[in-house]
């Protein structure tokens, strides 16, 4: 059997929809009571859902029974101050569970979806590989910092005997909750975004992350990781693709350093008597105005991989996006 944790976000949700089309083994998929159903309404009949949470051990040591294939999807990705300690718990204890339980369970393999922020950022190194070493920086957000504490305990599992690999993501491009995370961006401008800040990063087809979960978990490939990315761009010119196939006008407007400083005070303000939550951050601010090149060369060999085209990948989104106004 099958077991998928965060079934009901973007990668998720893909995944789970990939797997009941193309394997022939039962599926169990962990989630919330309150968790939004709507990415795999299409399918969820095809799933065994169980109820739970990452951080009760005992439901994770039942629902694990029987498993071979484990993919840990679940996580917290906010870069809202209020937010940061729940995020570690989640993302770290929660990873730390899910890996314990899986050993006691003598899982086959588990595949970890972490994110390229793991590698860590740091401006005098620019170009990023699967060796670069972990260091402490100010470029450097809580969610990055929990990703990479949560990567210790996969790497920590393995040296015990659970068979692991990790992937690192870049910006997912997809069809998804597009009130929220990577596919807000479509949102945005859709509504008219009239600044673009000045960094750049990497890009990715959700549908390639998910392929190559698989083809992963299904190879002899263990004790690696691997930065799944597609191209690397400009925020300008994602941004203008994006318009130009929603048929919105192209962000104008270059958004400085000293702009998105200002901003990102104005929103705490904003946001602190609100008690909302805050559309920008300090560490937003800070991460869309510095520019990285992501390597994805390795894969590529590994796997004799091709990615998806961005553009062919903005393209079949913005059309899905637009199909449901």
């Known amino acids: 059997m099958i077991f998928v944790t965060g079934g009901t976000g973007l990668v998720g949700a893909h995944l789970l929809r990939h797997l009941v089309h ?23 009949d095809k799933i065994e859902w169980v109820e739970g949470d990452l951080l009760d051990t005992d439901a994770l040591f039942e629902q694990l029974e029987g498993m071979k294939q484990v993919y840990h999807c679940a996580a917290i990705v906010s870069f809202d101050p209020s937010e940061a300690d729940w995020m570690k718990q989640v993302n770290i204890e929660g990873t730390a569970n899910v890996v314990n339980m899986a050993l006691e369970r003598k899982v086959n393999k588990l595949v970890y979806v972490s994110s390229i922020a793991a590698i860590g950022r740091t401006p005098s190194k620019p170009h990023m590989h699967e060796e670069l070493k972990w260091e402490d920086s100010t470029e ?6 929990s990703k990479h504490l949560a990567e210790r305990e ?24 597009w009130s929220k995370g990577s596919s807000r961006l479509i949102q945005n401008v859709y509504d008219g975004l009239r600044f673009y800040p000045q960094g750049g990063t990497g890009f990715v087809d959700v549908l390639d992350v998910i392929e190559i979960m698989v083809a992963l978990m299904d190879s002899d490939i263990a004790g690696e990781r691997f930065i799944i990315n597609a191209e690397n761009q400009s925020f300008q010119d994602f941004f203008n693709l994006v318009a130009d196939h929603l ?58 991989w091709q990615f998806r085209p961005l553009e062919e990948t903005i393209k079949r989104t913005c059309e899905a996006f637009l199909a449901m106004q």
Not at 22 to 28: A, D, E, F, L, S
Not at 140 to 145: E, H, L, P
Not at 154 to 177: K, M, Y
């Open 140 to 145: 450097n957000s809580q969610y990055a910092i």
């Open 154 to 177: 996969v790497w920590r599992a393995h040296i015990e005997g659970l068979p692991v690999a990790i992937v690192n993501p870049s910006v997912i491009v997809g069809t998804g909750d």
């Open 247 to 304: 048929q919105k006008k192209r962000p104008s407007f270059a958004a400085p350093p000293l702009l998105a400083a200002i901003a990102w005070r104005l929103e705490a303000v904003r946001s602190f008597f609100l008690r909302s939550t805050p559309i920008i951050t300090r560490e937003t601010a800070r991460t869309a105005n510095s520019r990285y090149y992501y390597q994805n060369d390795k894969i590529k060999k590994a796997l004799n």
């Open 22 to 44: 193309t394997q022939h083994h039962p599926i169990r998929a962990i989630r919330r009571s309150t968790s939004n159903m709507k990415l795999v309404a299409d399918i969820a």
